[in-house]
């Protein structure tokens, strides 16, 4: 779509957004915490949520649309205005959809339904970004006994070096481990896990890493423990 320039900058504007929005699908603007928003990577490759300014809208701008002076020598190129960018920026409202979060693995939707498929979700609001090498077989809709005794068998087999002292440590230790893929299915709070023991070197640290690695497929950034409540009030809240 063309978009010619030199008229009034709402009128402009509204030819621009709609062309965004129309070009939207498979959604790659987002608008998130009330400003635009973008998937993107990091260093590591990793994806993350980065935030739609002046120079990512003019990229996209160009992308999607053609611009054009009209003089009297007919059309001529021209490129998307900082001015338009600017204005569209500071927009009331946009024609895009909410951004809650990314992830990296199938997590369960409100419906119990799984996200397996690449991009947005619009039930969820999340962005499905598979990591590098994860495979993740056909999840049958009514799973038999067997399937859900080889399941549990599958979790039960990565604790099974860990020596619990009792019962409801295990118990908790896989709820710890379910809680990052069940969390939007979740319509509240959920428990924020610690990881003790009553020896030092039986394995905390290496605990961390197994549900990380379940729920991201990466290591987990490691800290070292607090001090006092107020450092923890501190840390657990900035969190």
Request: hydrophobic residues 45%.
């Amino acid at each position: 779509p063309v978009v010619t320039l030199g008229r009034q900058l709402r009128d402009v504007t509204a030819d621009a957004t709609g062309i965004l929005d129309e070009a939207n699908d498979p959604p790659c603007l987002f608008i998130r915490s009330g400003d635009l928003a973008r998937v993107t990577s990091d260093e590591h490759g990793r994806p993350i949520i980065g935030a739609v300014g002046t120079d990512e809208l003019r990229h996209r701008l160009a992308e999607v649309a053609t611009f054009v002076h009209v003089g009297e020598e007919g059309e001529r190129d021209a490129d998307p205005p900082v001015a338009l960018a600017q204005n569209i920026l500071a927009a009331w409202s946009w024609p895009f959809p909410p951004l809650l979060g990314v992830v990296e693995a199938p997590c369960i939707r409100p419906n119990g339904s799984i996200i397996t498929s690449a991009g947005y979700d619009p039930e969820t609001r999340l962005y499905h970004v598979p990591a590098d090498g994860l495979h993740v077989p056909k999840v049958p809709e009514a799973p038999t006994a067997t399937q859900i005794a080889t399941a549990v068998g599958m979790l039960l087999d990565l604790l099974s070096d860990f020596p619990f002292d009792s019962e409801a440590s295990l118990a908790n230790t896989l709820g710890l481990m379910l809680t990052p893929i069940l969390r939007p299915a979740i319509a509240g709070p959920v428990p924020l896990a610690l990881i003790d023991a009553p020896a030092p070197g039986t394995g905390k640290s290496l605990l961390g890493e197994v549900v990380a690695q379940i729920a991201t497929g990466r290591p987990a950034p490691m800290v070292t423990a607090a001090r006092d409540d107020d450092e923890w009030r501190k840390r657990i809240t900035g969190l």
